[in-house]
């Protein structure tokens, strides 16, 4: 099981981004899916989840200008972040509750690698 992150770049404060997080491997089903960020010497902090029925959550500093989204088809999950501000430049991770085909069918946490976004002033 796999989830990969994309979408990550660098751009003028005020502009935006699309990240996007895909889940492969054998996969039974996946549960709730989240993007957290971590930026250079703090803490990895929680950006926004979104439940398996579309119930979202944001970080007080994100909300109104980013929207978290997924397609269960395509088990995949965006981020679309707009109005950007210098102070959202971190690696963005993305996280998901997976139960894995065969065996106890129990779920397990699971992080995508991490992409870089760089938001110039």
């Known amino acids: 099981v796999q989830l990969q992150a994309s979408g990550g770049g660098l751009v003028q404060a005020g502009g935006s981004l699309r990240l996007s997080c895909a889940a492969s491997?054998?996969?039974?089903?996946?549960?709730?899916m989240g993007w957290y960020r971590q930026a250079a010497g703090e803490e990895r902090e929680l950006v926004a989840t979104i439940s398996r029925f579309g119930s979202t959550n944001y970080a007080d500093s994100v909300k109104g200008r980013f929207t978290i989204s997924r397609d269960n088809a395509k088990m995949t999950m965006y981020l679309q972040m707009d109005s950007l501000k210098p102070e959202d430049s971190a690696v963005y991770y993305c996280n998901a509750g997976i139960v894995v085909g065969g065996g106890k069918l129990r779920e397990t946490s699971f992080w995508g690698q991490g992409t870089q976004v760089t938001v110039s002033s």
């Open positions: 491997g054998n996969i039974f089903d996946v549960y709730g």
